[in-house]
């Protein structure tokens, strides 16, 4: 009985150590989730601001002639689909991530480094479907929109010009799912925030201008002088960002960086590996 109680008594004790040790682990894992996610949600968060501060300029050319609100409208449809159309890449992206951590998991590099360069053999034909796609039917979706006259003008030439830049953002996509998969989170962020600030800038750039009138006039002995582009502007300044983004990514991938490197050995297909 004594040996009995002991043992009864003994055993709460025993059963409060793992709960007591498990909390220095559970701080430890959440602070390795934040370290992780963050970046993550950072790059997300900088390819949607591209967008949203796409629409936030063109409340600045909604006067004149114009209704109020008819480039904010037209540009804000026209930068929701292209957010769409992005998406596409994920097709290929979500299965990069995931065979690329597996193969990290392993410690086999040249694995991983085998899928990441077949991913984006993947995005050529990929981004040329959708330019295609888009360029195609940017006036049947204009019309699909309820938009007509200059605002169905806008949003299909708006369109027209962002869906060009998705022939090198899919690298950016799907170089930056690549690197997550090695659990390099902060230099796809960093590519992403040069995007947006060379949207932000070539677009406010371009839909201001540099004559007496613009807010921007004081950088024309700098700079030069010229006359706003407009709602053109905006499509423009997103065009040359996404056409930057994805050179960069092809730049850092080509040098090398966190064990993944482009090999033109392995930018062949191979029906296994794309499957």
């Not at 992780?36 to 063109?58: I, K, M, R, W």
């Not at 050529?124 to 003008?153: C, D, F, H, K, N």
């Not at 950016?172 to 060379?198: E, F, K, Q, S, Y």
Request: with cysteine.
């Amino acid at each position: 009985m004594r040996r009995g109680i002991s043992r009864q008594r003994a055993a709460p004790s025993t059963r409060a150590g793992p709960d007591v040790d498990s909390q220095p682990n559970a701080q430890t894992a959440r602070r390795q989730v934040l370290a992780l996610a963050l970046p993550a949600l950072g790059e997300q968060l900088l390819n949607f601001t591209v967008a949203l501060y796409d629409t936030f300029l063109a409340g600045y050319v909604s006067t004149g002639g114009h209704e109020t609100g008819l480039y904010t409208t037209t540009v804000g449809i026209a930068s929701y689909l292209g957010w769409l159309a992005s998406l596409l890449f994920a097709l290929v992206g979500t299965g990069t991530t995931a065979l690329v951590a597996r193969a990290r998991g392993r410690e086999d590099r040249d694995e991983a480094n085998r899928f990441a360069n077949r991913s984006l053999l993947l995005v050529a034909p990929l981004a040329v479907v959708i330019v295609l796609a888009l360029y195609t039917a940017a006036p049947v979706l204009a019309s699909r929109a309820g938009l007509s006259g200059e605002s169905a003008q806008t949003l299909t030439s708006y369109l027209r010009t962002d869906s060009l830049g998705q022939l090198l953002f899919g690298f950016c996509l799907v170089g930056a799912a690549a690197l997550r998969g090695m659990g390099d989170m902060r230099t796809p962020m960093w590519i992403l925030g040069g995007v947006n600030l060379l949207n932000m800038v070539v677009a406010t750039a371009l839909v201001f201008g540099t004559r007496a009138e613009s807010p921007l006039h004081p950088l024309a002995a700098l700079v030069g002088s010229w006359d706003s582009w407009g709602v053109r502007g905006i499509a423009l300044g997103t065009l040359s960002a996404r056409l930057a983004g994805g050179a960069c990514m092809i730049c850092v991938l080509a040098r090398g960086i966190s064990g993944l490197r482009l090999s033109p050995s392995l930018l062949i297909p191979d029906a296994d590996d794309l499957r």
